[in-house]
């Protein structure tokens, strides 16, 4: 039986999305596709779609999966024109298929949703907006929410390179004004494809990072051409790529059956480190000292080879201070610069601020996950109905493309409206204990993998806890979620009391 796509009564629910980056996209674009619905908005901050995409704009920006993974499964692109695509590639992708799918006309730009609250009484969602370009300001009301509000957003600046006094910006904010060349320039983080420009490149980092090379190979006219005159060619491309990259799951794992793969990863990275940093000293600075994948890898041929070249100095001391445009290490030397880039991550715990949704019984969602998230597969929450995460909550990955799980926490929301109106149920929610089984087992599966030992990571949250990956494969995540379990929501029948297992 298909998918119910209107209530009893003939009527659609009305459908907010926030943000309009591969999430959003993918959630308007199911609804349109597979319900029919074409009942929502959505409200991005910005003035153009992308989120990641359009934001990120700095030098070598691109996905470090590769491309054929990192595009919707029903909206294949056979133009790559890289394994590895750029940001403006990518992004010039997500305009494509918006532009398809006629998503632009159902965009509110500029218009950020200051505040979500649950409404028991009206069965809704009442959203607090405010347009960016004019300050107007209003409410909507909506039966169901998507929040796609991105987890690397916000740009985490620590507050010590305040005091900075020369041109300073952080990656996600590229100054495309500001000319590099002939430059003294300090580097948090890492950026390797400035160097060729600058004259002086301190670079900083205190931990360092595991490395895998990377081949970044050009998509010749002749595959091109393969791909889109026969499909078992891209379809098989396609499948061996996604297939070979699930299996990469292996290498993070610290069970003693898995040791063969991930001794073999951590061998691997070592040759291409002693490949490619002859200096002793260098080498012993650049080596990591926790166990490889407990913090994201990062797949570089460049990287290393920009860290030997003569002009650039390796810095892995604590920056103590900054003052006018010097910065100060634990050791006592300092380095004077005239540009300071920061490569310092985003806040991913915080993405929510307090009071920007309040689900049931006013219970504050930025609060209440402070604690640690409990939601069911970080889709749904028990304390918000008819509320759908995307890239929610232990549902970012260490090894594969993020899009397939935004794929599948799309096609389980799906499935949830189309029980809602099915069934005539003006709300749902997953259940406490739901939640609950979900995030106990996570915790207990992650005692096996490699991102919760010793090292520090934006996957874990204060108290050490991984609140932003799943802990399996993609595969395992959607198999999990190919058919909707009614017996673990709660809901209300329109205009009745909640009652459980309906
Ligand atoms: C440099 C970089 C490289 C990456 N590479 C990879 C990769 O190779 N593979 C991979 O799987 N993942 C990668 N990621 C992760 C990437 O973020 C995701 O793959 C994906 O793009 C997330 O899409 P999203 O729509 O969930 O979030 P985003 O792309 O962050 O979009 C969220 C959108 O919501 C909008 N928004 C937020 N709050 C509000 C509000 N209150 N009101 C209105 N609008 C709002 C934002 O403006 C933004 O446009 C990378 C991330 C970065 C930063």
């Known amino acids: 039986m298909g998918l119910a796509k209107t209530y009893k009564d003939g009527t659609t629910p009305t459908i907010c999305i926030i943000g309009a980056g591969f999430s959003g996209m993918c959630a308007a674009i199911r609804l349109q596709t597979q319900l029919d619905l074409k009942t929502y908005t959505i409200f991005e901050l910005q003035p153009e779609l992308g989120g990641t995409w359009w934001s990120n704009t700095y030098p070598g920006c691109g996905s470090d999966t590769t491309s054929v993974n990192y595009q919707f499964s029903f909206e294949m692109n056979y133009e790559w024109s890289k394994t590895y695509a750029g940001y403006q590639e990518i992004w010039e992708y997500q305009r494509r298929v918006a532009k398809k799918y006629n998503l632009y006309e159902k965009i509110r730009f500029r218009t950020e949703i200051t505040h979500a609250e649950w409404h ?42 305040d005091d900075f006094e020369g041109p300073k910006w952080h990656t996600a904010q590229w100054n495309h004004e500001y000319d590099l060349t002939n430059k003294r320039v300090a580097v948090v983080g890492s950026v390797p494809a400035i160097v060729d420009k600058v004259k002086k490149l301190e670079f900083y980092q205190r931990s360092s990072t595991y490395i895998m090379p990377r081949k970044n190979a050009n998509i010749s006219a002749f595959w091109k051409f393969l791909f889109r005159h026969i499909p078992f060619v891209h379809f098989l491309y396609y499948k061996l790529t996604y297939w070979g990259t699930e299996f990469t799951i292996q290498t993070f794992s610290t069970k003693w059956r898995h040791a063969i793969p991930r001794r073999f990863a951590m061998f691997l990275a070592w040759c291409f480190r002693f490949w490619q940093i002859r200096g002793k000293k260098l080498r012993a600075n650049l080596t ?215």
């Open 120 to 161: 028991e009484d009206l069965q809704q969602w009442v959203l607090d907006w405010t347009d960016h370009n004019t300050g107007e300001t209003g409410q909507m009301n909506a039966d169901i929410v998507f929040c796609g509000m991105g987890a690397l957003r916000i740009p985490n600046i620590p507050k010590q390179f």
């Open 288 to 502: 990591p000292d926790y166990i490889l994948g407990c913090r994201r890898l990062v797949v570089s041929s460049d990287y290393y080879p920009a860290l030997v070249r003569k002009h650039v100095s390796v810095h892995t001391k604590a920056i103590t201070g900054v003052k006018g445009q010097t910065l100060t290490l634990s050791d006592g030397s300092q380095q004077e610069v005239d540009v300071l880039l920061l490569a310092t991550g985003f806040h991913v715990q915080d993405t929510l601020g307090e009071g920007v949704v309040i689900g049931r019984n006013k219970s504050d969602l930025a609060k209440v996950w402070v604690q640690g998230p409990k939601t069911y597969y970080g889709i749904t929450f028990a304390e918000t109905p008819n509320m759908f995460f995307l890239l929610g909550p232990n549902t970012a990955l260490g090894h594969n493309s993020v899009l397939y799980m935004i794929e599948t926490a799309c096609e389980h929301a799906i499935m949830a409206i189309a029980h809602m109106m099915e069934r005539d149920l003006s709300s749902i929610q997953a259940t406490p204990k739901a939640c609950k089984d979900f995030v106990d087992e996570v915790e207990e599966k992650m005692k096996g993998m490699a991102w919760s030992s010793d090292c520090n990571s934006w996957y874990k949250n204060k108290r050490g806890t991984i609140t932003a990956l799943w802990w399996s494969s993609c595969t395992h995540y959607w198999w999990r979620l190919r058919k909707f379990k009614p017996q673990h929501f709660t809901g209300v029948q329109r205009s009745k009391a909640p009652t459980t297992h309906v």
